[in-house]
Every structure is written in structure tokens, then in C-alpha cells.
């Protein structure tokens, strides 16, 4: 044959390249760390019959792997995992129709809020905002057409804390019917288990603690109800935003290390907000594991720490948060949270720009609120870091007060 070239072969070059080693029946190979399937189509022993695989938008086995972790972690019987959070987000706001409504807490992720805003929308989906820190503004926030409560705690820049079984008793008190979704992307399963405090349904973006190293995005949702599992399965494979084999094999890596890089981020984050707080230059520190926090009692109560995200409030203005944000040299300038890099940004600029500007100032996201995401670097030097950054922005302020101990 041609395509030979100078040797004798028992068939052609490209059937021998495609074939040649490449039996699917060999990998059972008891490799320890689980191995990256890419493939997109599994064998068949008969027409039909098969091992549970059969394309790889419905089933894979990197894909199965992680979410059986995944579950495992929260202690729930399914999570499915999606191509990002806002990916999990629209699929989990696809099984509502037509009529529905969602009460979502006021100031969720900017994401998460578009998502409704822009797209659930469209299809005859109304959402309304409320504080979630109140509850009986929840309660009265509940209408006859309530599907589904969608919470987030903490939130994001203000670090709100809400009672999550709180909000699911009031929910179940007006109907059964209502799911109650909680976005725990900051806590993490290590901290925060939505399930056992009531509510049906958890998200995840997976893109920030949970891979933890910023070169993932990715999200879940966690559940234990049989019907749910049917229904979300269906809408993952039908809307087909999956995740990639060799990210879920990244994931589901970074889940190893999850306890410690959250014991870390937990005790980095306090010593840093502690040292915040004693700063002449600033006025105030968001942080749910400070007691001065509104919801310091809530936050103990239902979830053993805080993570490494705060913001923190200065005495200066834009100017100041500028060269404030331009002067750090540790932590990095840049959106995003929970990799093991510090990072530092300016939310009124930067990441909620889409909350209308009236809203910001009302909500308290003004140009002199920071927002950190501490990492796993030492603390001594991400605290010079930004004692530097306060030197090179208010040159001309106040001598710093002698700090007495923190
Ligand atoms: C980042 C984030 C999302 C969106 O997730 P992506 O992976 O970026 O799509 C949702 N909720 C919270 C709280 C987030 O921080």
C-alpha cells in the first residue's frame, strides 16, 4: 500500500496511527490520582450497551469524579458541576417558568444579579431585591408566585451576613414549594454547609476557593432531592454549559488541599482585618469574624470562620484609593477572589460598576471602600505591603497614632 511509505504494514499508516495501543478496554490501570478522560465518546458492547458513558456533554468520568467530591463535601447526594458559576446560575434558574418569581437578597453578585436582570427576564421571570438581614422584610418580600430565594452569605463588598435558616423557615412557612438557593462561593463546604442549615439547592462558583489557584472557571450545584437531580441533569446536558475534563481534573486537585488553604485564609484574613482596624487611616472594617460585625452572632453560629475576603473603608477618597491601589507591590490589582495570591480592588470602579450609582451610594460602595482577597502569603509582609500603600497615599495626613496592640 502507498501510504506504507518503505515498510510492510498489517494496515494502512492512518488506520495504524488512530488504532495502533489505543484499546478502550485497557485503562483500568489502578493509577491513583484519577486519571483526565478527554474522550468525547465511549464504546459500546452492543448497540446500547454500555458502562454508563456514552457522550461527553451527558457523562464523563473526570467530570464524575470531581462532582462525586464535590457532593461528598457538603454532605448531599448529587452536585453537577458547569461550565462557570453564572453558567450554574442560568441552569439552576431554568427550571422556573413562565410566571414564576425570584426574591433574591439586594446586593448578590454582580453576575448572578445580570443573569436575572438580562436573561431569566426575558423569558417572564420577575426577580425583586430585598435585605436579607431583615427578615420580616423577607417575609413580606414573599409572593404567591415565589419559586425560588436566592441567598447569598456572605456578600459582596459589604460582607452582609444573612441567616440562612432563618430565611428557609420563612420560606417553608409560607409553601413547600420554594427553593432556597444559597451562593457559598466565599465559605466554601470547609466553613459553611447550606444544606444542613434547610435550603434545597447550593452554588458554587468554583472558579475562586474551591480550585483556589485562579486558573479555573468553573461552577456547582449541590442538592439532595431525587427530582432535582433528574431535572438539573436534564438542563445540564440539554444546555450543554459543561466543564472541561482537564479542569475538573484541576478541581478536583485543588479540593485536596481545601481544609488547609482555608485554615490559612481564615487566620491570614483576621490578622490582617485586626491590623486594618487599629490603622488611623481607616474608618471601618467589613469583616465577619471582628465582633464590632453587625452579624458577628449569625456568622458564628452558622459557619466555623470567615474566608479570606473583607473590604475596609479609609478616610480619603478616589484619589487616595488610586495611589492606595497603586503602591502595593504583594497583593496584585485585580478582580477576582479566594487563589492563594493576595489580591486588592476597588469595587466602585472595578467590579460593580453595573450597580447603578444612586444604589452604590445608598449601599455603601463608595471610592474609599477596598475590597481584599487575602492569600496564603505571610502575613508580616502582606501587612507591610499595605502599611506602605497607606505611607505613599496620605503623605500629607495625620502621623499615624501609636498602635496599642491589636
Ligand atoms: C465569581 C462569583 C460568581 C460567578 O462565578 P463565575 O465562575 O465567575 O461564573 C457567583 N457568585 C459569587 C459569589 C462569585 O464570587
Request: hydrophobic share 40%; glycine share 6%.
Amino acid at each position: 500500500m502507498e501510504t506504507d511509505g518503505i515498510l510492510k504494514m498489517s494496515a494502512g499508516f492512518a488506520t495504524i496511527a488512530i488504532h495502533a495501543g489505543q484499546d478502550p478496554a485497557k485503562w483500568s490501570s489502578n493509577a491513583v490520582i484519577p486519571p483526565i478522560v478527554t474522550s468525547t465518546t465511549f464504546k459500546q458492547r452492543a448497540p446500547a450497551e454500555h458502562n454508563g458513558f456514552l457522550y461527553g456533554r451527558s457523562g464523563n468520568p473526570s467530570r464524575y469524579t470531581l462532582e462525586e467530591c464535590l457532593a461528598a463535601l457538603d454532605g448531599a447526594k448529587f452536585a453537577l458541576t458547569f461550565a462557570s458559576g453564572t453558567a450554574a446560575v442560568a441552569n439552576i434558574t431554568s427550571l422556573l417558568s413562565y410566571g414564576d418569581h425570584i426574591l433574591s437578597g439586594d446586593d448578590v453578585y454582580c453576575g448572578v444579579n445580570r443573569v436575572f436582570r438580562e436573561i431569566v427576564s426575558t423569558h417572564g421571570i420577575e426577580t425583586t431585591y430585598t435585605d436579607f438581614t431583615d427578615i420580616e422584610e423577607v417575609e413580606k418580600a414573599i409572593r404567591d408566585n415565589t419559586k425560588m430565594i436566592w441567598v447569598e452569605s456572605p456578600t459582596n463588598p459589604l460582607l452582609k451576613v444573612v441567616d440562612i435558616a432563618a430565611v428557609v423557615q420563612t420560606a417553608r412557612k409560607r409553601r413547600a414549594d420554594i427553593l432556597v438557593v444559597v451562593d457559598n462561593t466565599f465559605l466554601t463546604p470547609y466553613l459553611q454547609r447550606p444544606l444542613a442549615l434547610g435550603a434545597d439547592v447550593v452554588m458554587y462558583s468554583l472558579t475562586k476557593y474551591m480550585n483556589g489557584h485562579s486558573d479555573v472557571i468553573m461552577g456547582a450545584a449541590v442538592f439532595n432531592d431525587k427530582m432535582l437531580d433528574k431535572k438539573l441533569r436534564f438542563l445540564q446536558k440539554a444546555i450543554g454549559a459543561v466543564p472541561s475534563p482537564f479542569d475538573c481534573y484541576l478541581v478536583n486537585r485543588s479540593l485536596k488541599t481545601l481544609a488547609l488553604r482555608m485554615e490559612r485564609h481564615r487566620a491570614s484574613s483576621l490578622v490582617v482585618a485586626r491590623w486594618l482596624q487599629h490603622h488611623p487611616m481607616v474608618t471601618e472594617v467589613l469583616h465577619p469574624g471582628l465582633p464590632l460585625h453587625p452579624q458577628y452572632e449569625i456568622a458564628k453560629k452558622q459557619s466555623s470562620g470567615h474566608s479570606g475576603v473583607f473590604s475596609f473603608k479609609h478616610c480619603g477618597g478616589l484619589n487616595e484609593s488610586r495611589t492606595f491601589l497603586s503602591a502595593l507591590k504583594i497583593f496584585t490589582l485585580a478582580e477576582s477572589l479566594g487563589g492563594y495570591e493576595s489580591l486588592a480592588e476597588l469595587p466602585s470602579v472595578m467590579t460593580h460598576t453595573s450597580v447603578p450609582e444612586e444604589l452604590r451610594d445608598e449601599f455603601g460602595i463608595t471610592h474609599s471602600l477596598i475590597r481584599l482577597s487575602i492569600g496564603l502569603e505571610d502575613t508580616d509582609d502582606l501587612i507591610k505591603d499595605l502599611n506602605g500603600a497607606f505611607n505613599a497615599s496620605f503623605v500629607t495626613a495625620t502621623v499615624p497614632k501609636v498602635r496599642q496592640g491589636s
